[in-house]
C-alpha cells in the first residue's frame, strides 16, 4: 500500500534545480567529476554521448556564455570541476574559466563524438600533456555516476541504476495514478512546502524572459497580443508564462529552473500552467502544492514508459499531461474526469517530435501549455475521446502504456532520422 513518505519521496526524488539544459548540464557535471579525480587541468577533453544527449545540445544556449553547444559545456565543466553542484555546474562560471574554455576549444583541445546507446550515456574523459587520464560516465540519469577512474584507477562502478526513481516503470497491477492522487489529496499541507521553491524558480524564468524579451520571445509576443486588446484568457495565460519560462532557459540566462524527470523544459510545462490556472482561480498555496504534486507524479508515470529521452517531445506527452491532470484536479475533478483528460491529451499531442533543445522550444512549451488547460475544460465539460479510437483505451494507465510503445520501439527510426537530419545541417554549416 502507497504510503505518505512513499509518494513525497517520489516527487522529491523528480525534482531538482538545473542551470540551463540538462544535456549540456550533465556533459559539464561528468566532466567536473573527471577533474576533480585528475586533480589539474588537461589539455584534452574528449566526450562521447549518446544521440539524443548530442540533439539536446547542439543549438541551445549555455548558461553564463552567450555561446550553444556540447562543447563549451565541457571545457567549462573541466574546468571548473566541482560536481558538487550537480546540474548547476555551470553556475561556476566565471569570466576567467570562460576564457580559458573558449581557448581550449580553440586550440582543438575539445572533441564530441557519438556512440551508439539508446538511453542516456555521457563519457568524458580528459587527458593531460603528461599522459594522465581521468575517465566519467553517467548513465541512465543526467546525475547518475556509473564509471570514475583516473590513471587506471577505479574511484566508482556500478551498475546503471537511477538514482531518480521516479522515472522507473511503475507496475500497473500494484500502483495506480488515482492512488498516488488519493495520498496526495490527504497529504498536510506541510508535506508539500517544499514545492513553493518549484513556483519561486520556475516563475521567476518566465518574469526574466517576458521582462527582457529572451530568446525568440514567444512568452512576451503573446503577452503583446494581450495589451492590445486580442486574446486574454486562462488558455493564453498559461501559454504566456511557460512560454516565457523557455524564452528564457533555451537562450542561455544564467538562472536555475526546476526541472521536473530530469529535464527543465518538462519543469516549466509540468508547472507553469498549473501555477497560471491556480492564480487565476484564486487558489491558495496549500491547494497549488497539490496540484503541483499531481502534476510531477503524472509526468514521472508517463516518462516511466516513454523512457528518460525519445522522438517524442517530453513537454507535450508527459509534461503537459500530467498538467493536465492537475488542472482537472484543481477545477474540482473527479478520478475519472483526470483519467479522461489524460486519454485526451495522448489523444491530441502525441504527434509531436524532439528535434533537440532550442529557442524553438517556447513555441512547442506555448502549444503544450495552451493545449493542457484547453484539454482541461473541455473534460470538466464531459469531452472524452472514445476508447474506440486509436491507442486510447478505456483506462488511462492502459492508454500511457500504448503511449510509451509508440515511443519505443515504435518511433526509434523516427530519432534516428531525425538525428542524422541535425547531423547533416552541421556539416552543410
Not at 193 to 205: I, K, P, S
Not at 244 to 250: I, K
Not at 301 to 325: D, F, M, N, P, R
Amino acid at each position: 500500500m502507497l504510503s505518505r513518505t512513499d509518494v513525497v519521496n517520489l516527487i522529491q526524488a523528480g525534482v531538482m534545480p538545473a542551470l540551463g539544459c540538462t544535456e549540456p548540464g550533465a556533459v559539464a557535471l561528468a566532466a567536473a567529476y573527471a577533474r576533480q579525480a585528475l586533480g589539474q587541468d588537461p589539455n584534452i577533453v574528449a566526450v562521447e554521448v549518446d544521440g539524443n544527449v548530442y540533439k539536446n545540445g547542439l543549438a541551445v544556449g549555455i548558461p553564463g556564455t552567450g555561446e550553444v553547444g556540447l562543447p563549451i559545456a565541457a571545457a567549462l565543466g573541466a574546468l571548473i570541476g566541482d560536481p558538487g553542484l550537480q546540474l548547476q555546474v555551470l553556475s561556476a562560471c566565471t569570466p576567467d574559466l570562460l576564457e580559458a574554455a573558449r581557448a581550449m576549444i580553440k586550440s582543438g583541445g575539445i572533441a564530441i563524438a557519438l556512440n551508439d546507446s539508446q538511453g542516456l550515456r555521457v563519457r568524458v574523459t580528459l587527458r593531460t600533456a603528461e599522459g594522465r587520464q581521468a575517465v566519467a560516465v553517467l548513465e541512465g540519469g543526467h546525475t547518475n555516476l556509473t564509471q570514475l577512474e583516473v590513471d587506471g584507477e577505479v574511484l566508482v562502478r556500478k551498475l546503471n541504476q537511477t538514482k531518480q526513481a521516479g522515472w522507473k516503470i511503475p507496475n500497473p497491477c500494484s500502483i495506480q495514478l488515482a492512488d498516488m492522487i488519493r495520498v496526495i489529496e490527504e497529504m498536510p499541507e506541510e508535506e508539500l512546502g517544499f514545492l513553493a521553491e518549484c513556483v519561486r524558480m520556475n516563475r521567476h524564468a518566465a518574469e526574466c524572459g517576458l521582462r527582457d524579451r529572451l530568446g525568440m520571445a514567444v512568452g512576451a509576443h503573446l503577452q503583446d497580443l494581450v495589451r492590445e486588446g486580442l486574446s486574454d484568457d486562462l488558455v493564453n495565460h498559461a501559454k504566456i508564462l511557460t512560454a516565457a519560462g523557455a524564452d528564457a532557459r533555451m537562450s542561455g540566462l544564467n538562472i536555475p529552473v526546476m526541472s521536473v524527470a530530469g529535464s527543465g523544459n518538462h519543469g516549466l510545462t509540468a508547472i507553469l500552467p498549473v501555477v497560471a490556472v491556480a492564480e487565476r482561480l484564486g487558489l491558495d498555496d496549500a491547494k497549488l502544492h497539490k496540484g503541483l504534486a499531481i502534476s510531477v507524479v503524472t509526468t514521472q508515470y508517463i516518462k516511466g514508459y516513454t523512457g528518460g529521452l525519445s522522438a517524442l517531445c517530453g513537454c507535450a506527452v508527459a509534461a503537459a499531461t500530467g498538467a493536465c491532470a492537475a488542472i482537472v484536479w484543481l477545477m474540482g475533478g473527479t478520478s475519472e474526469q483526470i483519467g479522461g483528460a489524460i486519454k485526451n491529451m495522448v489523444a491530441n499531442l502525441t504527434g509531436m517530435i524532439c528535434d533537440g533543445g532550442k529557442v524553438g522550444c517556447a513555441l512547442k512549451l506555448a502549444t503544450a501549455a495552451g493545449t493542457a488547460v484547453e484539454t482541461a475544460l473541455l473534460t470538466m465539460r464531459g469531452v472524452v475521446v472514445p476508447c474506440s479510437n486509436g491507442i486510447i483505451f478505456a483506462s488511462a494507465e492502459d492508454t500511457i502504456r500504448n503511449l510509451g510503445m509508440v515511443s519505443n520501439p515504435g518511433m526509434l527510426q523516427t530519432d534516428k532520422v531525425i538525428l542524422d537530419i541535425m547531423l547533416e545541417k552541421g556539416r552543410i554549416q
